[in-house]
């Protein structure tokens, strides 16, 4: 197992899975939110950072789906890299 105490590093591949999953399930929530509820306005912004398509067309959960899984990737990989680096000078 790895002394995780010591070496006080992220892995990149746990931290881009795990947020790729958070930003899918927000994206599902919030867009069966404005398909049950299409007059409250509260999160057609988020779903609109994934895709132009209307929140009711395939074409939107698809590329809200994927879209959430790249960004996701892309973040964690970022988050991890940056803090790898600041804790391998001890910050």
């Keep these: ?6 070496r ?3 892995s990149m591949l746990g931290l881009a899975m795990a947020a790729s999953a958070a930003l899918i399930v927000l994206f599902v929530l919030c867009a069966l939110v404005g398909v049950l509820f299409p007059s ?3 999160t ?3 779903v609109g950072l994934f895709t ?3 929140v ?3 074409q939107a959960w698809l590329e809200g789906i994927f879209f959430s899984l790249v960004f996701g990737i892309i973040a964690g990989a970022i988050v991890a ?3 790898n680096a600041v804790a391998a000078r001890g910050l």
């Design 1 to 6: 197992m790895t002394d995780i105490v010591n």
């Design 8 to 10: 006080r590093t992220l």
């Design 40 to 42: 409250l306005q509260v």
């Design 44 to 46: 057609h912004a988020w």
């Design 52 to 54: 132009l398509a209307p």
């Design 56 to 58: 009711t067309s395939p």
């Design 81 to 83: 890299a940056v803090h």
